[in-house]
């Protein structure tokens, strides 16, 4: 290849050096075109991995060899980092090798070469060999090219204008590749950050143990829904691999805020939550009080039955308000009954229930009253104000606006910020459906039965149908999930 030529394919190969985001990819570029700048019959790229040149890329042009380049590994253990070895010297000095006959050169140990000839027929002559390092003069890789070729196919020794371009495409080779295992390392960073908090979530409670790693399956499985769709035509919208990540890592993320919120409203598991115990000891007590004024005759024996009665009919109602799912009108007309009684000690009116523990048996779906639900949905702002303090690398940059948003309603009618419509993120609306999913199909869930798939969708489509949730996306998870 001329030099002018040369000079023009080392600016090409820049280029496409710094736009190449497969790492398979890169290392295939990188062998190629040092071949074709040098004009060789072979090459091979070594990577530096746990103090050992491991093979990436081997190519051979004459015997139709071609390794590496999609990925898979090479069968062939790692060189090891020996000063004897040609590659590791070049390594470990970060010098350029240039071996014009590896029969006649005795500094390094070229037993290996030599007995592949002898098993192949091939012929080990000239060899360049060059160390990848990077900004921080670590060297990352090695590139050994064999067996330069002259016009007449004749091998020939690599010359001085091709080492100093292969030396410079190196060094572009080693820049790529740092970049590519610096962000890979960054991407890995986030991820382990991810991990270890959606780990300290549902580790938190018992009842959250398996609630954000299935939100994010059924998120991951509607991306890949809608691809699937996209591909057939169906629909609009495509996951492409970057907004899927975004997409599951924001799910992982989108309870963090549940760190902060107390356990005894995440965990409580009936309406009283414990509080029935202390209700039974003081009407058992109000109980003894009527007993002993009956039995000094302080009280008539009609007061003293009425008041049994009561005490009696408060428990039951009590009992079985506190361990169901939903207050049916039967159960508000029976608490309307019993819920202001009071026991008259002498004039002081002693009242069956407190106005919390009121509170907590007029709840009329679920376990939370009012004043509870509202210290639970803090969490989505809490989310946001952890999640605003972490730096997010550009390629997760729309994960914690996502994960902050999940509690919105298409209405208008959620939080925190009401937002309405298409002011929600697609990617918001899909794990608020996945959210409210799993909440209704959850097998540890202290306060419910599991639903059955079918029961669960009648929800979300009544959700759906009144403007809350995305129809479109109730529909699809419910075709993509067991």
């Known amino acids: ?184 390392e960054l991407k890995a960073q986030m991820w382990s950050f991810t ?34 769709l996209h591909k057939e035509g169906k629909e609009e919208e495509e996951f492409s691999e970057n907004r899927k990540e975004q997409l599951v890592m924001a799910t992982l993320l989108h309870d963090i805020g549940k760190l902060v919120t107390p356990l005894g409203v995440m965990n409580k598991s009936t309406r009283l939550n414990g509080r029935e115990v202390e209700i039974e000891k003081r009407l058992e007590r109000y109980g003894l009080k009527a007993k ?6 302080e009280m008539d024996k009609g007061v003293y039955e009425n008041i049994t009665q009561n005490i009696d009919k408060a428990l039951k109602v009590m009992n079985e308000i506190n361990n169901t799912g939903f207050l049916d009108d039967g159960l508000k007309s029976a608490l309307n009954d019993v819920i202001d009684l009071n026991y008259d000690d002498n004039g002081e009116l002693l ?10 048996l007029q ?16 969490h989505v702002e809490v989310t946001a104000k952890i999640l605003d303090k972490v730096h997010f690398i550009n390629y997760f940059a729309n994960a914690p606006r996502w994960a902050a948003e999940h509690h919105e309603l298409l209405d208008g009618t959620g939080y925190p910020n009401q937002l309405k419509g298409e002011e929600i993120a697609l990617e918001s609306r899909i794990i608020a459906v996945a959210d409210i999913c799993d909440a209704l199909l959850a097998t540890d869930r202290p306060y419910k039965e599991p639903m059955p798939k079918e029961a669960a969708f009648k929800i979300l489509r009544g959700m759906a149908s009144s403007g809350k949730i995305d129809t479109k996306l109730v529909e699809y998870l419910y075709e993509c999930i067991d």
Not at 292 to 297: C, I, M, N, R, W
């Open 1 to 184: 290849m001329k030099k002018e030529k040369k000079l023009e394919t080392i600016l090409d190969i820049g280029l496409a050096l710094s736009m190449e985001k497969d790492k398979n990819k890169l290392f295939s570029l990188i062998i190629s075109k040092s071949m074709e700048i040098t004009g060789c019959d072979a090459g091979t790229l070594y990577i530096v991995k746990d103090n050992h040149l491991e093979f990436k890329i081997m190519k051979t042009l004459s015997q139709g060899i071609d390794k590496g380049g999609a990925g898979e590994k090479i069968d062939i253990p790692p060189a090891p980092m020996r000063e004897e070895n040609v590659c590791a010297y070049s390594a470990i000095h970060k010098r350029v090798l240039n071996i014009e006959d590896v029969y006649s050169n005795s500094r390094f140990d070229f037993s290996g070469p030599k007995r592949y000839d002898k098993l192949t027929g091939y012929l080990t002559k000239t060899m360049l060999t060059v160390p990848l390092v990077d900004a921080d003069d670590v060297t990352i890789g090695v590139l050994q090219m064999i067996n330069a070729m002259d016009a007449q196919g004749k091998i020939v020794p690599f010359s001085g204008h091709s080492e100093k371009i292969i030396k410079s495409l190196a060094s572009l080779a080693a820049i790529a590749l740092s970049n590519m295992q610096y962000k890979a």
């Open 195 to 228: 991990e270890a908090m959606a780990t300290a979530i549902d580790e938190r409670t018992p009842y959250n143990a398996n609630h954000t790693r299935k939100v994010a399956e059924y998120s991951g499985k509607l991306a890949d829904y809608i691809n699937k």
């Open 292 to 297: 002993v004024a009956y039995l000094e005759g």
């Open 351 to 360: 009242p069956f229930f407190t106005e919390d523990e009121k509170a907590c």
């Open 363 to 378: 709840i009329e779906k679920g376990t939370l009253t009012y004043k509870e639900r509202k210290i639970m949905e803090q």
